[in-house]
């Protein structure tokens, strides 16, 4: 069981990686410049990015893609579960900066807590798809 949620976990964190640098990398950072340019960091600290998406993948093997793949869900009601966690994961972040924060755009806050909720979605389906390709003989 253990090695199977090990397994579970770097799938997932495989597939949240790829669609999270696809996303930063090719099609956000022109808009979050716009939008908080002010605020980013010349460079970015990799130990707190890793430990965000290391804690966001086992929060979303845990609550979500494990469940998923012991109950056998269909990969449509797994992946509304994970774009329901990611919505909570995304919204705990902005909408805090929302509530504390001089000059945190709500446009920023609508986009991050849209793609929180596509990037938990397609995670969640990708990896359950994957492992479940993995664990047929």
């Not at 990686?17 to 090719?26: E, F, Q, R, S």
């Not at 849209?114 to 003989?137: D, E, F, K, S, Y």
Request: glycine residues 8%; proline residues 4%.
């Amino acid at each position: 069981m253990a090695r199977d949620t090990l397994k579970h976990y770097f799938v997932t964190l495989i597939c949240f990686l790829i669609l999270d640098a696809i996303w930063l990398g090719l099609i956000a950072e022109p808009f979050y410049q716009a939008q908080i340019g002010f605020l980013l960091a010349k460079n970015p600290n990799w130990l707190a990015a890793g430990a965000f998406y290391l804690l966001y993948v086992a929060g979303l093997v845990f609550f979500v893609v494990e469940p998923a793949l012991r109950a056998g869900s269909a990969p449509g009601r797994a992946a509304l579960r994970g774009a329901f966690f990611g919505l909570v994961a995304y919204a705990t972040y902005d909408l805090t900066n929302l509530a504390t924060m001089d000059r945190w755009p709500l446009l920023l806050t609508a986009v991050d807590l849209a793609w929180g909720t596509l990037l938990g979605a397609l995670t969640t389906l990708a990896a359950v798809w994957a492992a479940r390709r993995i664990a047929q003989p």
